[in-house]
Nanobody
Framework: QVQLVESGGGLVQAGGSLRLSCAASGRTFSSYAMGWFRRAPGKEREFVARINWTGGRTEYADSVKGRFTISRDNAKNTVYLQMNSLKPEDTAVYYC????????????????WGQGTQVTVSS
């Protein structure tokens, strides 16, 4: 059973930075793509970033491109989301996600979710 556990959320001022981590277990981490999604208050969950199985290919939502960086350490079974130049509109619960069976950066739907970690950006 795939388990995903996020950490690193918190309260930060606008313009600040946070790094989220997601520790994965239950299968061979290095064989699968990973992603980050978020749900802001009163909104639906949305895509933030994805990364392929090697870490060599990434994709980002337009709203975070140039400010957020997704990366992974396959030796530690962990995926990261470095968030810089944070804005109040980045306030959301951030979720780590994984596909059932996909290694490439795109073309997959998230089937496994973490519990989420709250990120709050004050103005």
């Amino acid at each position: 059973q795939v388990q995903l556990v996020e950490s690193g959320g918190g309260l930060v001022q606008a313009g600040g930075s946070l790094r989220l981590s997601c520790a994965a277990s239950g299968r061979t981490f290095s064989s699968y793509a990973m992603g980050w999604f978020r749900r802001a208050p009163g909104k639906e969950r949305e895509f933030v970033a994805r990364i392929n199985w090697t870490g060599g290919r990434t994709e980002y939502a337009d709203s975070v491109k140039g400010r957020f960086t997704i990366s992974r350490d396959n030796a530690k079974n962990t995926v990261y989301l470095q968030m810089n130049s944070l804005k109040p509109e980045d306030t959301a619960v951030y979720y780590c996600a994984a596909p059932d069976d996909a290694a490439y950066v795109s073309g997959w739907a998230p089937r496994h979710w973490g519990q989420g970690t709250q990120v709050t950006v004050s103005s």
